[in-house]
């Protein structure tokens, strides 16, 4: 999984700003298209989150339903109207040499995220990625 996403880094890092903006677009399409699905497996997994001894404050975190997923794709969709940061110029400054020298914002590369009973951070993370 880590080599794949490692490919896929590689290739999202060569895409344009529109691109990007149309995978998200794409992205709250499938989860509103998919939400039988999701809810299926959310299901699934309160129900062994439940005889596992999750306490109810987690069980609640957990739960996905029509809405909370509808407020997912639509904070995707919020993501892709922002500004793009990749490739933005800051802190430009000229060395005594006369040197031009500046930051650029790149992509990250692959990311790592840890959380506990919130499926939807899944998504935001995946959207501000």
Do not use: Y
């Not at 490692?6 to 709250?28: C, E, I, M, N, Y």
């Not at 989860?31 to 987690?58: C, F, K, Y």
């Not at 930051?103 to 840890?114: D, E, F, N, Q, Y």
Request: proline share 5%; glycine share 4%; hydrophobic share 50%.
């Amino acid at each position: 999984m880590a080599a794949r996403a490692r490919h896929a880094s590689a290739t999202l890092k060569l895409s344009s700003g529109d691109q990007r903006d149309a995978f998200l677009a794409a992205l709250a399409v499938l989860l509103r298209r998919h939400a039988p699905d999701i809810l299926a497996a959310n299901a699934t997994d309160r129900v062994e989150a439940e005889q596992s001894g999750l306490s109810a404050a987690m069980l609640d975190r957990l739960l996905l339903d029509p809405a909370r997923i509808d407020a997912m794709a639509a904070d995707v969709e919020h993501v892709a109207t922002l500004p793009d940061p990749l490739g933005e110029r800051f802190e430009t400054r000229v060395m005594p040499n006369g040197l031009v020298v500046h930051k650029r914002r790149v992509a990250l590369g692959v990311l790592g995220v840890i959380f506990e009973s919130r499926p939807n951070v899944a998504i935001d993370v995946a959207a501000l990625a």
